[in-house]
């Protein structure tokens, strides 16, 4: 494995086993100021135990042992999330739609414009960018929610749902002025404004029950019983 940086945040994974092609990927990328990593095979590139949340993969098709679809593969098995752009000299039309198919980024064919590679990267750069800003605000999003006591999660949930603050008290056995506190809190809590923009805090990211097709609140579980 041979390692170069620049000082750029974002990381560019190389997985060749000719060593020729892994000095000229690595030459044309740090020419435009991206980090390198480079690696001779798939074998190294998973022993190597890729953590990096900003970057993209640069990898050849076919190599010896474990192919370069094998390798991507392999990574979906493990949830790598890095864009793969797949360089081959003896690929066709349906191995590069076969490899799109399975969630590849782009496939180039050898010998490539040094233009199209650099092009592909940095759009893989940045739809990783892109990515990974959406985790990061689901994150907060998960973390204020963290901050709300099960009881605010509890008329939380039912507001999201549509019911009004009046309903809640019913349907909780609590007067409407401690449902009236407890929005107020959550909205406080969550640094929000009003109940519509607590309602567009929540959806965002919020997926369906299997159970009872109704929408939990991220990070809850999905049928969560009265408390």
Not at 167 to 181: D, H, Q, R
Request: include cysteine; charge should be neutral.
């Amino acid at each position: 494995m041979q390692a170069t940086k620049t000082g750029n945040a974002s990381t560019v994974f190389v997985v060749d086993d000719e060593a020729s092609v892994r000095d000229s990927l690595t030459w044309l990328l740090n020419s435009i100021s991206l980090d390198v990593r480079t690696f001779e095979s798939a074998k190294d590139f998973l022993d190597a135990d890729i953590s990096c949340t900003h970057g993209c993969v640069v990898l050849d098709v076919r190599m010896q042992n474990v192919s370069g679809l094998q390798l991507q593969q392999a990574l979906s098995e493990r949830g790598f999330k890095l864009p793969i752009i797949f360089l081959s000299a003896y690929g066709d039309a349906q191995m590069g739609a076969q490899a799109v198919k399975k969630g590849a980024f782009d496939f180039l064919q050898k010998p490539y414009r040094n233009q199209d590679l650099l092009d592909a990267v940095n759009a893989a750069l940045a739809l990783n960018r892109e990515m990974a800003d959406k985790q990061n605000e689901k994150q907060k999003h998960l973390d204020l929610l963290a901050t709300l006591s099960q009881r605010e999660m509890e008329i939380l949930d039912k507001v999201v749902a549509g019911s009004s603050s009046k309903e809640i008290a019913k349907l909780l056995g609590i007067s409407y002025k401690t449902v009236e506190a407890h929005r107020g809190r959550i909205i406080s809590k969550l640094g929000l404004k009003s109940t519509g923009d607590l309602m567009h805090f929540v959806m965002r990211g919020s997926s369906h029950c299997s159970d009872c097709g109704r929408q939990p609140l991220p990070g809850s579980s999905p049928c969560r019983p009265a408390a």
